[in-house]
């Protein structure tokens, strides 16, 4: 299943808040918690953060893409990259609290999101992040046929 | 994501507005660094009240200012912190590793 | 070439909020002016609402994309359905300022756009909207290379 | 968008809240109607001053609210107009088609 808002930005960091405001817009359009709503979005950008510094390396004409979607009381957010293998679950992640730059991606998107999951999947890598909402969020009701006139 | 300046002396009051990620942090990480490093600067204070976003690039600049400071035996001091980033200094396990004030005339006191 | 950024969305108006915060974002992230950004996102707005509205005759399963692309001092937003062939600018539009009930999504588009183009390609309606930006407005430089760093 | 109606007797005041676009106006034609229609309503007035977009449905629903009170000799005014929509309504050249007050008091005393 396609998700219900898919967005592809060019690598390059200035597209970020773009995405951002997507989650953000997202997450609104399904009446999801504020606070809730704004660790999600940490969590996506740190995701895409990380593909265009390490997985493109800085190359800004490659492209990354989020699929975002929702069921039952579940949020998903896809995002696929072309860039080299890496799976983040494989990735000891050090301690937080220390004094070092760098190094706090992966741990505040593993700490805000209840699940990580990952795939290589032809040539694509694709982060796989979930987090179920309490209490229940409505799931997007009606997507699949005829609930709006004029 | 917007950097204004004020230096009074050896006292540097750092303003940020707008989000704070992989695209302005590195803006934010060269002027408080500079601050420490060609100015001589004894006490940096960053205003973080206009800004609403902080990702783990942010926090690293901020970090590094941190650590710089440590090196000079200077201060490095953060100020309206706003809920967002507040949220991701303490899930990262930093709100009590930084000097943190309410507003700017607090930590010039302080 | 693809554009800088692209969302697809499914064809619920739930989703039309989002897609205006990304055009908005866009903008936004090539420093155009304010004002500008609000009659643009106005324009695509009612493109997308045009598809879900009378293209997919609010069947919400249906899809919609958008691809946002800068060259040169020029924005292209492009709107992509499966809809029933539709040109808009086969369409004559009734003058404005009357007192009736809808028929002024086409007009603004128009009005705000400088130029509209369509064409169908393949089962696709493929809206084309333009607008040159004055004073210069920056184009995604760098975005070909490597431009950051940490 | 939400919507929040004040009746005082036979005048109401429909208070917006947030962006009227094809997802939202259906309610706002619904609720405007219906003051006219079956609760006999003789003054609607819609403030928008917490609206900062509107697209031609939003204009569509605010077009049918002033027929539907001119069906009815009844008032029908907007007050707290935004730049935004206030270009839209210019665009369609509907800006002096409608009532336009800065203020409910404006409104209340016209
Ligand atoms: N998408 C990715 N592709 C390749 N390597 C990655 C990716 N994400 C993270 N890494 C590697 O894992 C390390 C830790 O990532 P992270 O916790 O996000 O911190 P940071 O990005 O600040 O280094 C990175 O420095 C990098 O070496
Ligand atoms: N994407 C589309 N597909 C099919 N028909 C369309 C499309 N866009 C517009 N139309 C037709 O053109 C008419 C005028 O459109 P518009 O000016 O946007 O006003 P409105 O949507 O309020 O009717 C619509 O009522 C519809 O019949």
Chains 1, 3 share one sequence.
Not at chain 1, 53 to 64: F, L
Not at chain 1, 67 to 90: K, M, T, Y
Not at chain 2, 1 to 12: A, E, F, H, L, T
Not at chain 2, 18 to 24: E, P, T, V
């Amino acid at each position: 299943m396609p998700g219900q808002v898919e967005i592809t930005i060019a690598g390059h960091p200035r597209w970020l808040r773009l995405a951002r405001s997507a989650v953000e817009g997202f997450c609104a359009a399904l009446d999801v918690a504020e606070q809730e709503t704004q660790s999600i979005v940490v969590a996506v950008d740190e995701a895409l953060s990380n593909v265009m510094q390490h997985a493109y390396g800085g190359d800004c004409s490659r492209r990354v893409s989020l699929s975002c979607s929702a069921r039952d009381n579940e949020l998903q957010f896809e995002i696929r990259d072309q860039g080299v293998a890496f799976n983040p679950l494989d990735r000891d992640v050090p301690p937080p609290g220390e004094l070092r730059s760098g190094g706090r991606g992966l741990y505040l998107m593993r700490t805000i999101m209840d699940r990580v999951e990952y795939r290589r999947e032809g040539g694509s890598n694709c982060v796989r992040l979930s987090k179920t909402l309490d209490p229940y969020v409505r799931p997007a009701q009606g997507e699949a046929g005829k609930t709006h006139g004029h | 994501m917007d950097i204004n300046v004020k230096r009074d002396g050896r006292r540097s009051i750092v303003e940020v507005v707008g989000d704070i990620d992989l695209y302005s942090s590195p803006a934010l990480r060269e002027t408080v660094l500079d601050l420490f490093r060609k100015r001589g600067q004894k006490n940096v204070i960053v205003n973080l009240s206009n800004v609403d976003y902080i990702d783990s690039s942010g926090v690293a600049s901020l970090v590094e200012g941190l650590q710089e400071a440590g090196k000079r035996s200077a201060r490095f001091m953060l100020v309206g912190l706003q809920e967002g980033p507040r949220r991701v200094l303490e899930l990262t396990l930093l709100l009590n590793v930084f000097e943190i004030h309410s507003t700017e005339e607090d930590a010039l006191q302080a």
